[in-house]
T-cell receptor, first 111, second 118 residues
């Protein structure tokens, strides 16, 4: 079945630094979504990417979808303490409501 | 908008008993609801997909007789863990999507239910 891999599992970042988390699917995706789960909370939808090579920005967050629609990345610049949490990518194949979640990247920030 | 509630937030039960978890969409009618299981510091494992008025579709390896899902209305889905055992202890989280969110169909998650089986 479809598998979505995400690396790194943990990211310890100095406040103000940048980091990237990567997501790879074993199959071509129709779209990919990103969610953030704060410690003790539940996942919250951030964004969806649909088009090959698509790039979207949300303030300090930049999301990319690969040309082959099998990989994606989330890049955060100038990390802040509010960025703490686990970021999940979730891929969807065509004609299916289901999402396959990656393992998540848990981000901690050193002040 | 798009708020999903779950009840209870925490439950402790004895081995062999059954536990029911409710998932409600508070301000929208959910086209589809999903049930996930999340182990500590791990990802979300989809257990089943449920649509109102029809049988749930279970993922491979999930016992449908053990994890009973009922989706009686467009705003309520329930997960019953039958004859619970300690290995069923986990964080169960539901999500919902609705047709107005097409074509994104992003999922709105409930706060989760922490089940502990003693």
């Amino acid at each position: 079945g479809q598998q979505v891999m995400q690396i790194p599992q943990y990211q310890h970042v100095q406040e103000g630094e940048d980091f990237t988390t990567y997501c790879n699917s074993s199959t071509t995706l129709s779209n990919i979504q990103w969610y953030k789960q704060r410690p003790g909370g539940h996942p919250v939808f951030l964004i969806q990417l649909v088009k090959s090579g698509e790039v979207k920005k949300q303030k300090r967050l930049t999301f990319q979808f690969g040309e082959a629609k099998k990989n994606s990345s989330l890049h955060i610049t100038a990390t802040q303490t509010t960025d703490v949490g686990t970021y999940f990518c979730a891929g969807r194949v065509f004609n299916d409501y289901k999402l396959s979640f990656g393992a998540g990247t848990t981000v901690t920030v050193r002040a | 908008g798009a708020v999903v509630s779950q009840h209870p937030s925490r439950v402790i039960c004895k081995s062999g008993t059954s536990v029911k978890i409710e998932c409600r969409s508070l301000d929208f009618q959910a086209t589809t609801m999903f049930w996930y299981r999340q182990f500590p510091k791990q990802s979300l494992m989809l257990m089943a997909t449920s649509n109102e008025g029809s049988k749930a579709t279970y993922e491979q390896g999930v016992e449908k007789d053990k994890f009973l899902i009922n989706h009686a209305s467009l705003t309520l889905s329930t997960l019953t863990v039958t004859s619970a055992h300690p290995e069923d202890s986990s964080f169960y989280i539901c999500s919902a999507t609705f047709s107005d969110r097409a074509p994104t169909y992003e999922q709105y998650f409930g706060p989760g239910t922490r089940l502990t089986v003693t």
